[in-house]
């Protein structure tokens, strides 16, 4: 281990900071030294600094530069090995001492990084700080750029809110500059800062905005909470003339009903509680004697019993349709506390207890479908036919708010009308909700319905994007917003321009190509920018068909032709779905690669390069041999038997079903590669690679029958022969009628292995999403990749880790546990321990189990190996015979035992 990084730390702390310059080049100087040490160097100079906090030998107060070295060292140690929250520890207390310095651009650099890797409230005002004791004067536009930046990992933090409402004010944007300030209310009154609390209340309720009064009224017990009386008594008085204006009085009451129930002198709110709560009855005069009797008004009475008592009371108030199991529908008449009223069909003014009522009568919301099914059907079908967004509003409102379409067809269908009427009217309503304001359809472009904050104005809201859903997830959303509201791209991309493009440089392979022709559409001119994102995304394992819309896919494959990562680009649209766009990919392979060859043997190289170059793609490279063997826009090859050994790579090992699928399809003797090879001989050079390609078992049978039936076909016995010969297995077929378990593409495995394999698959998903990813991204920053052995096996690492998930996923995707099979006792089977005895008498125990069950110890073997399927179907006393080339061994089956592994036995 080399001690040179250490020493270059330690001499570094050893000096002292006279000005700002000194301190950004001296810490720029650390975080490169480290960046580039290795990891026993990291721990090294680690354990060095721990040691230095622990002994405090240089007092910080005599050379503070040294304490804050110390610690913006850590805090790099700790991002380099990917401990993100003691990193953002350390560069939190790091900005703390450089504020004390005054070191003001220092400060902003390290609380910027410090948010990105632990989002703290604390780093906010730190970057305020800088930017307000010097810093703006360098870059005006810088603070805004920050605070967006920052927005992004501190949505909700109230400086940045009030930030932004103020510079909405600024802009004219008073509205949404009160809606800023409604969400930095909250976090002020968390902080118990109480001064800007008032001063964000204020400029809340300035508009009767109410997104923005809700907003006040739902901090109501964080108040209480706080104890922030004098907050709360002013929150309250001018909260109400707006909920009065706005008729928010439910919101109104179980916000006060919460700070009622904190501790804490608010008793004053009682009486303002128990007036919202009877806004929404409309003979609220009638209630004073179940108000009284309730207690709720009593300061004396504790809130809590006494609310209990109310509801239960107002559960039964006058006008209130109920339900009773014999009796059918009523509506409450009359209730003085004591006794009801309730007329039920045949029973006008039946009179029961309170009591009896509470126990026997179940209330029914008056706007429910089944209650005016009965109370008044014309008014449905009149809304069915003349007012359907009220159908629907109705609908909304029983669903709590929210609905889908199908949780609006599910109410509607048979209540309203039949089923086969749903898809018509849906098409001609749901254009009407998109302009009638008893709906909310700002989620509309999610399938989502709400109902509006009462009294709001129409005012499309621009979605939250979710950024732990990855930026595939991200533009998805964005599309299908703005497919909605064609109107908002400026907005979109003045809110998300600049986080898509920070979260795309940190991203590979899909999902950095999904996001790229949104990025080229939204900044035109930036476009040799979005040239080489494509080109990154090429680089790192991306196709061009995981883009999902024709016109994504189209501009995709624009953006690589300017690059050099258009063969790949091409290469993998040519299994898209999208005719226009596959046509352009082999319009542009073939006018490249003719115009880059000389001879016809030159253009046919490159097809077979190309098909080498890009078999981490095996169904895209096939297809591209389809269309090269139809020679429709490819001049058909010069010696097209050359195809052959590249078509057959991609069926070696366990492939896909697709592709097994795709390779007999190209070897059908009906097809174009045959047309293009019948009456040519197969040279001898192709025969040879054909021939040491091949070994017993390395194709699917179906390849391998496919392969012979088309050399055979082509007049090519002798080769037909060898293939035959070199593809054989050289033991018996599958027992299918002894064995009928064992199906075509059915694999079978214990439980316990499926289990492990499932873990398996998880973590070679893992160093493929996130592992490698991090590993290439780290490689290509060390310099020339042509020198750069880290990236070159990084990449290498990566194809070989594809192939075994791709492999894996397909296996578990067809799989049949041996513990469900129905096995006779008296056979040999899957799951079946066998005592066998050779000709010189020696014996021996085979457990006959699945596919990775090899875990259970030494005795188990496959059933696809040789002998696993020789033994299925055999009896005590049967003979086997093995061969194996020109030798063969015998075993005679003494007994057998049905066996299952005993729960999940852990890997050795």
């Known amino acids: 281990m080399t001690f040179d990084v250490l020493k270059r730390v330690e001499e570094s702390l050893g000096r002292d900071w006279l000005e700002e310059e000194a301190a950004c080049g001296q810490l720029d100087g650390i975080a490169h030294l480290l960046h580039d040490a290795g990891s026993d160097e990291l721990d090294l100079v680690y354990d060095w600094l721990m040691a230095q906090l622990e002994t405090k030998e240089a007092p910080e107060t005599d050379q503070p530069a040294r304490g804050i070295m110390i610690r913006y060292a850590l805090a790099k140690i700790h991002e380099l090995k990917g401990d993100q929250n003691t990193s953002g520890r350390y560069y939190l207390e790091s900005a703390r001492g450089l504020a004390e310095l005054g070191f003001w651009s220092e400060v902003r650099k390290i609380a910027m990084k410090g948010l990105s890797l632990r989002p703290d409230h604390r780093f906010v005002r730190l970057l305020f700080k800088a930017w307000r004791a010097g810093t703006s004067g360098a870059d005006p536009g810088g603070l805004q750029r920050d605070v967006t930046t920052a927005l992004d990992y501190l949505p909700e933090d109230p400086y940045l809110l009030w930030h932004e409402s103020t510079r909405a004010d600024a802009e004219g944007r008073s509205e949404e500059g009160a809606r800023l300030a409604s969400r930095a209310l909250r976090g002020f009154i968390q902080l118990k800062e109480i001064d800007r609390a008032e001063e964000a209340l204020l400029r809340t309720l300035e508009f009767e905005l109410p997104e923005a009064c809700l907003a006040v009224l739902e901090a109501l017990p964080l108040m209480a909470e706080q104890n922030s009386l004098e907050l709360l008594r002013a929150a309250v008085e001018f ?29 004053f709110l009682r009486s303002l509680f128990v007036d919202a709560t009877l806004k929404e009855f409309a003979d609220r005069e009638n209630l004073s004697a179940l108000v009284r009797r309730s207690g709720i008004s009593d300061p004396n009475q504790p809130f809590g019993e006494a609310l209990v008592r109310l509801r239960e009371f107002l559960r039964l108030s006058p006008g209130t349709i109920v339900e009773h199991r014999s009796w059918g529908m009523g509506r409450v008449t009359a209730n003085d506390g004591e006794s009801l009223l309730v007329d039920f069909p045949g029973k006008p003014d039946h009179r029961m207890s309170v009591e009896m009522g509470q126990t026997s009568l179940s209330p029914l919301p008056p706007y429910q479908l089944r209650v005016l099914a009965v109370t008044n059907p014309d008014l449905l079908q009149h809304e069915r036919s003349h007012d359907p ?47 009638d304001p008893r709906i909310d359809h700002n989620l509309a472009f999610k399938q989502i319905y709400r109902l509006p904050q009462e009294g709001s104005a129409r005012v499309v809201v621009l979605p939250a994007i ?37 979260r795309a440089e940190g991203t590979l392979g899909d999902e950095l190509l999904g996001v790229s022709p949104l990025l080229a559409e939204w900044f035109p001119d930036e476009r040799a920018r979005w040239v080489a994102l494509v080109y990154k995304a090429f680089s790192t394992g991306a196709r061009t068909a995981s883009v999902t819309t024709a016109e994504d896919q189209g501009a995709v494959l624009s953006l690589a032709l300017d690059g050099s990562s258009w063969e790949r680009a091409a290469v993998t649209t040519l299994t898209s779905r999208f005719a226009v766009v596959r046509n352009k990919a082999l319009e542009t392979l073939c006018q490249r690669w003719t115009s880059e060859s000389r001879t016809s043997e030159e253009r046919d190289q490159k097809v077979r ?20 063997c139809d020679g429709e826009r490819f001049k058909k090859l010069e010696e097209p038997w050359s195809l052959l050994p590249s078509l057959l790579a991609f069926g070696l090992g366990r492939p896909t079903s ?91 495995m214990t439980r316990s292995a499926q289990a492990a394999q499932q873990e398996e698959l998880k973590t070679l998903e893992r160093e493929l999403r996130v592992d490698l990813p991090q590993a290439i991204r780290k490689a290509r920053e060390l310099g ?109 089956v003494v007994s057998m035992t049905r066996k299952l592994p005993d729960g999940d036995i852990p890997p050795h």
Request: contains cysteine.
């Open 239 to 267: 909260a109400q003339p707006v909920v009065e204006s706005l008729g928010l009085h439910r919101q109104f009451a179980d916000n006060l009903e919460k700070a009622l129930t904190r501790p804490g002198e608010v008793g």
């Open 784 to 892: 020339d990749l042509s020198e750069n052995a880290e990236y070159h096996a990084a990449r290498e690492r990566q194809g070989i880790v594809n192939s075994q998930f791709l492999v894996l996923r397909e296996r578990l995707a067809h799989v049949q546990c041996i513990e469900d099979l129905e096995l006779p006792e008296d056979v040999v089977g899957v799951g079946t321990e066998v005592l066998l005895r050779e000709e010189d008498g020696a014996t021996s125990v085979v457990w006959i189990l699945g596919v990775g069950d090899d875990r259970h110890g030494t005795k188990v073997i496959s059933y696809e190996a040789p002998l696993g399927l020789a033994l299925l179907g055999k009896r005590s006393g049967d003979v086997v015979e093995l061969l194996h080339g020109s030798d063969s061994k015998t075993f005679h």
């Open 389 to 435: 967004v009220g159908l629907v509003v109705r609908v909304v409102q029983e669903l709590g708010g929210e609905a889908q379409p199908k949780d609006l067809k599910l109410k509607l269908v048979e209540s309203v009308f039949a089923e086969s009427e749903w898809a018509s009217w849906w098409q001609k309503t749901r254009k009407l909700l998109e302009e």
């Open 658 to 748: 697709e592709v097994v699928d795709l390779c007999v399809g190209l070897l059908d003797p009906k097809g174009p590669f045959f047309s293009s090879v019948q009456g040519r001989g197969c040279p001898k050079a192709v025969c040879d690679e054909l021939l040491s390609m091949l070994s017993p078992g390395s194709l699917p049978e179906t390849v391998s029958q496919g392969l012979v039936g088309f050399v055979q076909s082509a007049g090519e016995n002798q080769l037909a022969e060898q293939v035959a010969s070199a593809v054989r297995e050289d033991y018996p077929p599958q027992h299918h009628e002894s064995a009928p378990y064992l199906k075509p593409g059915v694999v079978l």
């Open 466 to 502: 979710d950024q732990k859903k990855g930026l595939r997830s991200s533009v998805s959303a964005i599309r299908r917003f703005l497919k909605q509201h064609v109107d908002m791209v400026d907005a979109m991309r003045q809110k998300y321009g600049d986080s898509l493009i920070s």
């Open 609 to 628: 390069d190309a098909l080498r170059r890009h078999s981490q793609f095996p169904c895209d490279c096939l297809a591209l041999s389809r269309f090269v």
